[in-house]
C-alpha cells in the first residue's frame, strides 16, 4: 500500500477544521442577524394584518373595531393587544381575541409605542375604525397614526392614515 493511500495528514485536517471555523464565525453572526430581522418583520407582518382585519370587520359589520395595546393606563396587560368591538359607538367594548403578545410569537419584539404624526400618544393606545373602514380615532389625533415595533433588529413602523390606508415603513 502506498503511502498516499492511508488518507489525510494532521496538517490537512487541522487546515480544513481551522478554514470551517473561521467561515463558521463570520456565517454565525450574520445568520442570527437574519433571524432577528425575519422577527421583527414578522412582528410588523402581524399587526398590520390584526389591523386590516379589524378594518374588514367594522366594513363588514358596520359597527366599531379597534386594536387596543394593554400597555395603556392603568397598563393591565403589557406588551399585549387584541381587536375589540364596539356596538354602542365606542362607549363600550367587547373582546374580540385574546390577549396577544408578539414576543409569543416573535421572540425579542414587541409594541415600542403608538403615536400621532406629532408624536403624541394616542389615547387608550388604540386604533379604530368606523364602517367605511376609516381610522376613527377619537380626540385631537394627527394622523398618520404610527404604531413602532421593537426587536433586537431595530424598530419597523407601521402608518395608519386617516382614510385607512396602512404602510409599513
Excluded at 19 to 27: P, R
Excluded at 31 to 44: I, N
Excluded at 64 to 85: A, F, M
Excluded at 133 to 146: E, K, L, S
Aim: with cysteine; net charge positive.
Amino acid at each position: 500500500m502506498n503511502r498516499s493511500d492511508r488518507g489525510f495528514t494532521l496538517g490537512e485536517l487541522l487546515a480544513v477544521i481551522a478554514v470551517v471555523a473561521i467561515l463558521g464565525g463570520l456565517a454565525i453572526p450574520l445568520f442570527l442577524r437574519t433571524v432577528q430581522t425575519y422577527r421583527l418583520e414578522g412582528a410588523a407582518q402581524k399587526i398590520a394584518g390584526d389591523l386590516r382585519y379589524a378594518q374588514s370587520l367594522a366594513i363588514a359589520q358596520g359597527v366599531l373595531y379597534r386594536l387596543h395595546s394593554g400597555d395603556d393606563p392603568p397598563g393591565t396587560e403589557p406588551g399585549r393587544y387584541r381587536l375589540e368591538q364596539s356596538t354602542n359607538g365606542g362607549t363600550s367594548w367587547n373582546a374580540v381575541t385574546v390577549w396577544y403578545a408578539l414576543s409569543s410569537e416573535f421572540q425579542g419584539a414587541g409594541i415600542a409605542s403608538i403615536r400621532d404624526s406629532a408624536g403624541i400618544p394616542v389615547t387608550v393606545y388604540e386604533v379604530r375604525f368606523n364602517s367605511r373602514g376609516v381610522c376613527v380615532n377619537p380626540g385631537a389625533v394627527t394622523y398618520p397614526i404610527n404604531i413602532v415595533t421593537s426587536a433586537e433588529a431595530g424598530t419597523r413602523t407601521i402608518q395608519v392614515t386617516r382614510t385607512g390606508n396602512l404602510r409599513i415603513l
